[in-house]
């Protein structure tokens, strides 16, 4: 090849890149907010999710939007780093209110949806270092249940002080997340997923790191000098870091096919929720709006979440759902 013909491909090349990032930071959001590093080619999720920062079926739509739009465009994007917008609060996890909604009804295919999104979700971040992504995340505030699950498949787990986790719906007799049992037995073992999950307790960042399942502890403060840290020290070697990622995964291997039997299992067993159950779980959610400070949602929950519903249902038939338009 002439050097024109190499200059002219390298332009176009480059005129590609422009266009496809264009397309993916110029998409409508309504829960996150994304943030572009060239130099880094770093792309920077912020999540707040409304009325409760949860994963809402409109909020994960959105996230599996920017997953796909990242997958679309390979080699565009290095680093994927998640973070939250909502102060005290990472992710509550679970959408409580959508639950009681669907399992009132028993409305086992709509659960089951539900968690086919979630999994796959955490599927795409678990094959990451395969499409020459490397991904950070950065917990400031409250992560619980299904919000520390989706924390663990990302290759840099980075906590501030007084942030905290754990799996209390046990606690509450209701049912443990889709993932929970896979990711923390292969970051902690057998033994401390027995212990952490079945205690529904909550635990502080320096417990969760000396159980393996956070990277990095930092004060109050400081997550975003933690963030820069790891992008300056991956960045040079990333192409060594993410092949030996990914050996590690297949090391300890987790199979989709398993996520999907969980996902059975889990929708099996919310449906045996007793109607307690189901009423504590309303009043939690009830909790988690007034934490966000939208306490004029309360009223009109059950309406949003049968909207964000439909509006997946009519995704699964026709591939097309606007969820920026949403409420």
């Not at 102060?87 to 009132?104: K, M």
Request: hydrophobic share 45%; net charge neutral; charged share 25%.
């Amino acid at each position: 090849m002439s050097a024109d013909a190499m200059t002219s491909a390298d332009s176009m090349t480059r005129m590609d890149s422009t266009a496809r990032l264009a397309a993916l930071m110029t998409r409508r959001y309504k829960y996150l907010r994304l943030e572009w590093r060239a130099e880094m080619s770093a792309l920077r999720v912020h999540t707040c999710v409304k009325p409760i920062q949860c994963y809402s079926l409109a909020g994960i739509a959105e996230m599996q939007r920017v997953l796909d739009d990242i997958a679309a465009s390979p080699g565009l994007v290095r680093h994927l780093v998640l973070s939250s917008d909502v102060s005290g609060v990472f992710n509550f996890g679970g959408d409580l209110s959508l639950f009681v909604l669907l399992i009132r009804a028993r409305d086992a295919e709509s659960l089951r949806m539900y968690g086919r999104r979630c999994i796959d979700m955490v599927w795409w971040l678990e094959n990451a270092s395969s499409r020459g992504v490397h991904t950070t995340v950065l917990v400031q505030g409250d992560t619980l249940g299904g919000g520390l699950e989706s924390v663990m498949p990302f290759h840099k787990v980075i906590f501030e002080r007084s942030a905290q986790a754990g799996f209390p719906e046990v606690l509450f007799n209701l049912f443990p997340g889709m993932g929970a049992w896979n990711f923390v037995i292969r970051k902690a073992g057998f033994s401390i997923a027995n212990r952490m999950i079945l205690s529904g307790k909550l635990y502080t960042a320096e417990q969760l790191q000396r159980r393996h399942l956070v990277d990095v502890v930092v004060d109050d403060g400081e997550g975003e000098a933690a963030i820069e840290s790891v992008l300056r020290t991956v960045n040079p070697r990333l192409r060594g870091t993410l092949a030996a990622l990914e050996a590690r995964r297949l090391a300890a291997p987790i199979t989709y096919e398993m996520l999907l039997a969980i996902v059975d299992q889990w929708t099996a067993t919310a449906l045996t929720l007793a109607d307690r159950d189901l009423r504590l779980m309303e009043r939690l959610a009830r909790a988690q709006v007034r934490k966000a400070g939208d306490a004029t949602a309360e009223g009109a929950m059950a309406e949003i979440k049968r909207f964000e519903l439909d509006s997946a249902w009519g995704e699964e038939h026709t591939g097309i759902t606007e969820w920026s338009d949403l409420g």
